[in-house]
Nanobody, 120 residues
Framework: HVQIVESGGGLVQPGASLRLSCAAS????????MAWFRQVAGEAREKVAD???????????AMQGRFTISKDNTKGNDHPTAILQMTGLKPEDTAIYYC??????????WGQGTQVTVSS
């Protein structure tokens, strides 16, 4: 059973930085992509960034610059941790941030979400 565990959210002031982590218990295949999405209540979920096993990165529209995704393979490439480093946070970045594991030939797995609130 694949488990996706996110951590690192919280309440910060505008201009602050936060680092979100997403650990996958397994990937089921070598062809996987880990992604961060965010969702504001009442709005559609939007992709922030994704990174695949080979380290190829894609950012959602208007996300590159203040958001940086990376992958920690300390526990092995089949047990990756996707890191989302966020800088210069703005109130409009307030959302629930979700991590998704996409593996070819398998259903997508989502984490429970972590709340990020940017407010003075």
């Amino acid at each position: 059973h694949v488990q996706i565990v996110e951590s690192g959210g919280g309440l910060v002031q505008p201009g602050a930085s936060l680092r979100l982590s997403c650990a996958a218990s397994e990937t089921l295949s070598t062809l996987y992509t880990m992604a961060w999405f965010r969702q504001v209540a009442g709005e559609a979920r939007e992709k922030v960034a994704d990174i695949n096993r080979f380290g190829i990165i894609n950012y959602g529209p208007a996300m590159q610059g203040r958001f940086t995704i990376s992958k920690d393979n300390t526990k092995g490439n089949d047990h990756p941790t996707a890191i989302l480093q966020m800088t210069g946070l703005k109130p409009e970045d307030t959302a629930i941030y979700y991590c998704r594991l996409h593996t070819e030939g398998h259903p997508d797995y989502w984490g429970q979400g972590t709340q990020v609130t940017v407010s003075s």
